[in-house]
């Protein structure tokens, strides 16, 4: 796994920074697109407002010329009034009255009616025309050099004729010019009076002058900005607007020269468009970010949480649920890893195996939770010894494997931590809460390798082959892989072969001189080992029917030798009825009182119409039924399903009895004990040697036979070998007794010579 972790971080690290750089350019690319719209704006609300500010300029110029226009218009029309005044004046002095002066008339008019800020009377050169008061002749004073040159021009005309093309009007000069320091718009008109008006004062000029000005600042400012709608617009003599502000300059219509400036605040529609549209454009700029962050933010998170899910997916396909220990994929990796270590380093490594002993008891006994809680348990004090190199593996039900990486053949550090598991595993569990304590144990196969070993499945092989032997040792113990155990292996291959040779010949029913083979795989044979009653042990209640096989080569094999190869190579159900077919056949001789017990395995019930085939095969040979007893052993009671409890069920209603053999070596449950549709308890033979050996072989045997007294079952005790074990037997009240003292296991014409010979008399009905 570990050797996965940076491949997994490069991967996220990748899809990071695919990701947020794509996450990036949609940003961007946002960002740009906003950008543009910014520019597109400025650039559109500049030209709009040089356009706008193009309009006010050419507006207020062209309300300028209308002003000049109308000072052009009203002073024709002061000059024809101020005509028909002085014609009026000369009629009213003609018939001797005293009239209104049309001078005094004609600035009343100017001023009042006009709206103009100032109006002379003038002669030709420049002189007031009548008599002012002192703040007139003042104001005329002041502004009499700036005016004279428009009235000379006149002047000029007036005496060339030149105004003569037009009739109607009369000669006038309109000019903007800069009056009592003010913008101001002048005009200048000439007027008849060739006589003087009042008499004050006789000029030599034939002709006079009107003159009146507006000041453009002040009143006429006011109308044309309301007009125009210029805001806050002013007159400043200088350019001295604001930022924000434009100036239209006013040129003297004589010079050019500047005399003042309008100043106000333009309107630009561009500028009030850009104006709002950058706050919006900023709120999307600050959205997109904010999104891009939040988008990086979440990125990061489901990343995270995809490296999470991504690391426990990948951590449940390397291990195991229930211990959490590297399963066997992952043992692989590891042991191809530490092969590739040593042949770049050297050095050697050993692989342990390790299978639970009677593991499947425990489960089969208190159910796969309690199964499960002992795994765990059985985990856990292997971990509390082994280094954090090392590593241990399950590679299914109960079987471990267990590197250990940097172990040296010599020093013998790996055998001195695989006995230590023995010994920790061999002690007692405690199951459920503390209400079940159980034993187990657990056998090892080991094999050292190094960088020139064969590969991987050679070393797991031999590993294998070791445990093989170590489990055919009885159990609870170490074996190292050596190649001699290869030859045992061959050898178990070998009888396997044998064993299906043998097994066909009986099922094509040939006779040993019939079968024709090119080697002579030998034949089975069924031995008969007395049973005898306790009351009277010289005499016989039956025999337990225990099968052999003669080899050429290996001689009289026991069934221990044979009986696990049959079960391994799925042989058990022919074997078990070949003897059961040869057990009857021989038994249907003996005294009708005899029983024969027939040992059975599970995979022999668990086949269907079990009961059937044992009925018939009963029928063929002779034999009654309630002569038959079929022995299970107590792990054989808990392999079997529901079914293979019926077919029992119903076997024992045809009068076969059923008997519990090597009762205390499983799991003895008294609800087990009770459920059970058994006849008969058969004592093991470990807690019989116990008598004579051990205090408490006494009492252990002792309360066997007091809970099968009260479950109301018969008790037969096997492997009893000495007097004091049978004379014990015999006062603890058991049945029956079994065992070599008695009598010992042979063929089966040997024992039916024996019961003749000897002419001991069966007990019937034990
Ligand atoms: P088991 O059913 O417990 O059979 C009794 C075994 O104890 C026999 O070993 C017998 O020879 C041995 N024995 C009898 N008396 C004594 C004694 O006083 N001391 C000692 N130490 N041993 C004694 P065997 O014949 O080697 O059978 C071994 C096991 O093989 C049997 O144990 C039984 O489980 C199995 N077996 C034998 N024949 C068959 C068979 O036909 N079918 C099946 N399924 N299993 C069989
Ligand atoms: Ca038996
Ligand atoms: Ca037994």
Redesign the pocket.
């Given at each position: 796994m570990f050797a996965h972790r940076p491949l997994r971080r490069l991967a996220i690290r990748v899809s990071w920074t695919s990701s947020s750089s794509l996450l990036l350019l949609l940003a961007i690319s946002g960002l740009a697109i906003l950008a543009l719209v910014f520019l597109a704006t400025v650039w559109a609300g500049k030209e709009s407002d040089a356009a706008a500010l193009d309009r006010q300029r050419s507006l207020v110029n062209s309300r300028l010329q209308d002003q000049v226009r109308r000072v052009s218009q009203d002073i024709q029309l002061m000059g024809a009034g101020f005509t028909s005044l002085q014609v009026a004046d000369s009629a009213s002095a003609a018939a001797g009255r005293a009239g209104v002066s049309s001078t005094e008339a004609f600035g009343k008019i100017a001023t009042t009616v006009f709206g103009y800020n100032a109006a002379f009377l003038v002669t030709a050169h420049g002189e007031l025309a009548l008599q002012s008061d002192a703040e007139t002749a003042r104001r005329f004073r002041w502004v009499r050099p700036l005016l004279q040159p428009m009235i000379s021009d006149l002047e000029a005309t007036q005496s060339s004729g030149s105004h003569l093309s037009n009739d109607d009007e009369k000669p006038s000069r309109v000019e903007l010019m800069r009056l009592e320091g003010r913008p101001s718009i002048a005009g200048v008109i000439a007027v008849a009076g060739s006589a003087p008006v009042d008499g004050a004062k006789i000029s030599d000029a034939k002709r006079l002058y009107l003159v009146a000005f507006r000041f453009l600042d002040g009143a006429t400012l006011d109308m044309l900005s309301r007009e125009q709608g210029l805001a806050r617009a002013r007159y400043a003599r200088t350019a001295d607007q604001e930022h924000n502000e434009v100036a239209f300059q006013i040129e003297a219509t004589a010079t050019g020269e500047p005399i003042g400036f309008i100043i106000w605040t333009p309107d630009l529609p561009g500028s009030r468009v850009i104006g709002r549209l950058v706050p919006v454009l900023s709120v999307a700029g600050l959205v997109i970010a904010v999104l891009f962050f939040a988008l990086m933010a979440r990125l990061r998170l489901s990343l995270s949480r995809l490296s999470a899910s991504e690391y426990n997916a990948r951590h449940l396909s390397l291990h195991d649920v229930l211990t959490g220990l590297p399963n066997r994929a992952m043992f692989a990796t590891r042991f191809q890893q530490c092969l590739g270590d040593l042949k770049l380093s050297g050095g050697s490594a050993v692989l342990a195996l390790i299978d639970l002993d009677k593991f499947k008891d425990v489960n089969d006994s208190y159910g796969h939770p309690a199964g499960d809680e002992l795994l765990r348990g059985v985990v856990a004090r292997m971990n509390a010894l082994i280094g954090a190199s090392d590593t241990l593996a399950r590679l299914g039900g109960d079987e471990f494997a267990l590197i250990l990486a940097g172990a040296n053949e010599a020093d013998g550090g790996h055998i001195v931590l695989c006995n230590k598991i023995i010994e920790a595993l061999s002690k007692p569990f405690e199951l459920r809460g503390g209400d079940t304590t159980v034993r187990i144990g657990c056998s090892i196969g080991i094999v050292s390798f190094n960088k020139t070993s064969d590969g991987e499945s050679e070393i797991f092989r031999r590993a294998d082959v070791a445990l093989y032997e170590a489990k055919s040792s009885g159990r609870g113990c170490l074996k190292e892989y050596q190649a001699s155990l290869d030859h045992r292996v061959e050898a178990r291959e070998s009888l396997k072969k044998d064993l299906r040779l043998v097994l066909q010949d009986r099922e094509f029913g040939l006779d040993e001189t019939e079968a024709f083979h090119f080697h002579d795989a030998g034949h089975l044979e069924v031995f008969f080992?007395g049973v005898h009653p306790a009351s009277d042990w010289d005499r016989l209640t039956g025999a337990?029917?225990?099968?052999r096989w003669r080899h050429p080569v290996h001689g009289l094999l026991?069934?221990?030798r044979f009986?696990p190869i049959a079960e391994e190579a799925d042989m058990m159900d022919q074997l078990?009825e070949w003897?059961l077919r040869n057990a009857a056949l021989a038994a249907a001789s003996w005294p009708p009182e005899m029983l024969l017990a027939?040992?059975?395995?599970p995979s022999q019930l668990r086949h269907r119409g079990f009961d059937n085939r044992v009925l018939s095969v009963l029928s063929e040979a002779g034999l009654t039924p309630s002569r038959l007893e079929l022995?299970l052993t107590e792990a054989a009671f808990f392999d079997i399903d529901e079914q293979a409890q019926a077919t029992l069920g119903r076997l024992r209603d045809h009068g076969v009895q059923i008997v519990l053999?090597?009762f205390g070596t499983g799991f003895s449950s008294l609800s087990h004990l009770i459920h059970l549709n058994i006849d008969r308890i058969k004592i093991d033979?470990s807690f019989v040697s116990l008598l004579g050996t051990k205090a408490e072989g006494a009492a252990i045997v002792s309360a066997i036979l007091g809970l099968s007294r009260t479950l109301g079952k018969a008790t037969t005790a096997?492997?009893?070998?000495t007097e004091g074990q049978r004379d014990f037997l015999i006062a603890a009240g058991c049945h029956d007794l079994?065992?070599?003292?008695l009598s010992r296991?042979v063929p089966s014409v040997e024992f039916s010579a024996s019961i003749l010979l000897a002419d001991k008399k069966p007990v019937a009905g034990r």
């Open positions: 080992q337990e029917a225990l099968v026991s069934p221990d009986i078990g003897v027939v040992n059975v395995s022995e053999d090597d033979r096997e492997g009893v070998e079994q065992g070599f003292l296991p």
